[in-house]
């Protein structure tokens, strides 16, 4: 079928131009089987996976069971890329075992990082998986109008810089700011809202809250979506009023959907680490706020005291871990 | 039925001010840091002074005060101008690194995504659930090692360090392969036979048809990204400071600024909600992606 | 244009033990520009052949040439190949035009507006020029299924290979297709291999018929070779609808007996010489309804279809089918006689299944000129 090849009356232009010199750009190259280009696109992950995750979660194991006395002058390895020189310095680590782990035990400021976090999280997950469940389901009614405009509103703070949103809390609850205005207005007491340790961590749990329940409720939103309707239909027919088909249908149908954002909400907290540290500068008492995350970071890089602070990263990683496990067992479990 | 009907109404009326109870709570906090940023601190400050309503006039003297007290560069900017770039420096920096980090990620994800959907290669299954299993480790806790590391490669202080440690996201290629496995394998093939090399099965046709999950996981990687503060905090010096470092610096032990705060707070969260606003539906569809169950 | 040569092409899938055959032991050749189509059960290992023609897969040995050309050991896109997929595999992102012109553009070096205008062409030639600038998802299944034809002709390839492409489209959609495909590859005359596993249209389209079964090469030969001289009882049974009658007879001397008293005296015994048991097969097409002299069947159903009467027949405890003029109408339960000619009498060799004799009517088209 050559027909073509003799009446070729147009010229190239330059985009074909370009394609031609791609094309054979590409036939020079050496072909590979496929089994082997796997390979070349799975290097620059494999690189970048290698030394800025598998390295490190080895690495703060390793260190958990040292003492870090800091980095000598002294070369181990030296490598001149021409753009940029890469020295490694040998690092004074003296073996201490489980030193770092058994100090744990008796750590009163870990011990009280390890409370404020657990008190702030069984505080902030139920109310705020709660407040977020009832919006999905107001916003799921069939009579709601303008849903779209309402869940966008809602989920606002989703796009709030975690550490720009907690400044705003730490501006409303001034001793003189506008939520201690708007309580005295209404004629109760002003609340200590940054200087007690019990409301300090409060105002965490409702900063928290803000930021977090649009978020979760468009999670919720969208598997009360995928309940079918057939179900509240069946559960009317056999005489369930609301709160029964909420009991009945919604709850059950919901079942992993909710422990999916109980568990990812727990872990969250677990984390938690701007909040406490901006409302700690802004004078909350340290101690009553301080997380286990702000407490890593004051181990490793104010004392510097690396070795401790991975062990303390390490006893978070495994709580995290085990946590995310369960979610996904209780997770699966149901899907199966 | 008069009384089923009023009932109805009840319930109507209870589900709709619930709903508007939470939006206001919603959106009072940041109306309040916007009007905050206009007015003088002892408007807001002062004990059993009237919050404001409206903005007042106060905003560039706020803003050039905070612009005074930071000094933050952008790229190589700041020297080749010989000026620094106040807290602007910081939105800079913050949006370059998330960007150039969504993009690095998106290539790396998706590539490797591809790689683990559509070919076949020895120990694939091991590699993918050790990558998987890394999954529920909380990544951005990684900083000691990462600290010592970024110090001995000589690469403090410098963007790459907080751009490149989390481009390999197991989050990322875990979603990139579910959704590559959804890619026909005739489709592949069809061009194969059309002529195409195996790259440009993956940049002609796997990631043209892959748009939309694209499109939710680099709103997903950007939020990472964005929301970054402990290994900035960690790693980075003045003049290199992101949003989130450059806020808190703010908040001083001896002072805190609040005027200047509430400037910073409403010029960082203003270009993320016009994000939002316009990339809702890539927004919703990120969350949902993130949310997936393994 | 090229004859293809395919030769003890054998495809394993796994390795060392695990290995699984799909192809074993395949040999034919297709004629220049001639219309072969692969048919058989799904699992036979026709597809798997397509593929290794088209360079989708690897040969595990033996080899395949076009023209002269061993092509073995090339790529999808050195072969020179156009194929299309059963579910078209279009290019979702990509308008119709840039569907077409996608393999012009990347593998010749033909200009962007020589591209347009052979796109064009082909569009025209399909009756699709209204649909370039479509997206395949706005597009019905026949539209799309012209825009995947289109895909392959505008390359002008040596070679057209199709896998089932006829099998997404409803019944009527697909009696058109099939006489427009042909049509077209006439009109081109570009060697085509068509796998399908619908014995209908493989007779309906195939210049040439090959029937595979269980990785293995069964028959090639014309339609109407396979259907009147199967080489065995897998060919005969798989080709033909309704399917053959069959059943295991005794040869008592020159008489072979039945099931439900099935009996018949061989006018020519000389092809059951030496058998005891053998196995005989008439086409539902050759059995006729007798007053007397046949032998008995109790009819289950009757099904009319209006030119024509299917009966559903049981011999003892073998079920046949009989087609029958419409003017024969008997009742449910009844029990009838029927005849057939020797000529049209199967008989195949009860342990390996090969024929041992065929439709003999018709000198033309005989088992004994094929087997020469």
Known sequence: ?336 | MREADRREGVWKFLTYTFILVMIVLTIVPLYWIVIASTLPEEAFLTAGTAPQLFPGGEFWANFSALQDRLNIGFLMFDELLGTDFGFLGAIANSVFIAVVYTLLSLVICSMAGFAFAKYEFRFKEPIFYTILATLVLPIQLLVIPLFLLMSQLGMTNTYWAIILPWAANPLGIFLMRQNMKSLPDALLESARMDGATEFQLYYRIALPTMKSSLAALSIILFLFQWNLFLFPLVILEGDKYTIPVAINQLVGAQRVYYDQIMVAATLSIIPIFLLFLFLQKQFVSGILAGSVKE | MARINVNTLRKEFGEGSDAVVAVEDVDFQIEDGEFLVLVGPSGCGKTTTLRCIAGLEDVTSGTLKFGDTDVTDLRARERDVAMVFQNYALYPHMDVRSNIGFGLKLSTKLTSAEIDRRVEETAAMLGISDLLGDKPKELSGGQQQRVALGRAIVREPEVFLMDEPLSNLDAKLRAQMRTELQELQHELGVTTVYVTHDQTEAMAMGDRIAVMNDGRLQQVGRPEEVYRSPTNEFVANFIGSPSINLFTAEVNGDTLVGPGGFSYTLENPSYVEGYDRIRAGIRPEDMRLVSEGGNNVDVTVVEPMGNENFLYLTMGDIDMTARVDSSMRPQAGETVQFAFDEDALYLFDAESGDAIKTKTDDVDVGVKEIQS
């Open chain 1, 1 to 336: 079928m050559a027909t073509h090849d003799s009446n070729r009356e147009t010229s190239p232009t330059v985009t074909d131009t370009l394609r031609y010199w791609r094309q054979s750009l590409s036939k020079a190259l050496p072909s590979t089987s496929s089994g082997r280009v796997a390979y070349v696109f799975l290097a620059p992950f494999f690189v970048l996976f290698g030394l800025f995750l598998a390295f490190p979660i080895v690495f703060t194991l390793y260190l958990s069971f040292f003492k870090f006395n800091g980095v000598t002058q002294e070369t181990v390895f030296w490598l001149d890329l021409g753009f940029h020189v890469i020295e490694l310095n040998e690092m004074q680590l003296a073996f201490v075992g489980f030193e770092n782990y058994t100090r744990l035990l008796s750590d009163a400021m870990f011990h009280q990082a390890m409370f404020n976090t657990v008190f702030i999280l069984l505080l902030q997950v139920p109310l705020m998986v709660g407040i977020a469940l009832l919006l999905a389901v107001a916003l799921d009614a069939s009579f709601v109008r303008f849903k779209g405009l309402f869940r966008t509103m809602l989920a606002l703070p989703v796009s709030a810089n975690l550490v720009a949103y907690s400044t705003v809390f730490l501006l409303l609850m001034q001793e003189t700011g506008l939520v201690n205005f708007v309580l005295t207005t209404l004629g109760f007491q002003p609340i200590p809202w940054l200087s007690s340790d019990f409301w300090s961590r409060m105002t965490i749990v409702g900063a928290v809250t803000w930021r977090w329940t649009g978020y979760n409720m468009i999670i919720l939103l969208a598997g009360l979506q995928n309940v079918p309707q057939q179900l509240y239909e069946a559960a009317e027919i056999d005489g369930a009023n609301r709160i029964e088909k909420f009991r009945y249908v919604t709850i059950p149908q919901l079942r992993p959907v909710l422990l999916f954002v109980f568990v990812t909400s727990t872990i969250g907290t677990f984390k938690l680490f701007a909040e406490p540290i901006i409302i700690n500068g802004g004078g909350a008492p340290l101690e009553s706020t301080i997380t286990i995350v702000q407490y890593i970071y004051m181990t490793a890089f104010i004392d510097f005291n690396l070795g401790y602070a991975s062990a303390l990263t390490y006893v978070l990683i495994a709580v995290v871990s085990v946590l995310s496990i369960v979610q996904i067992r209780l997770g699966g479990e149901n899907d199966a």
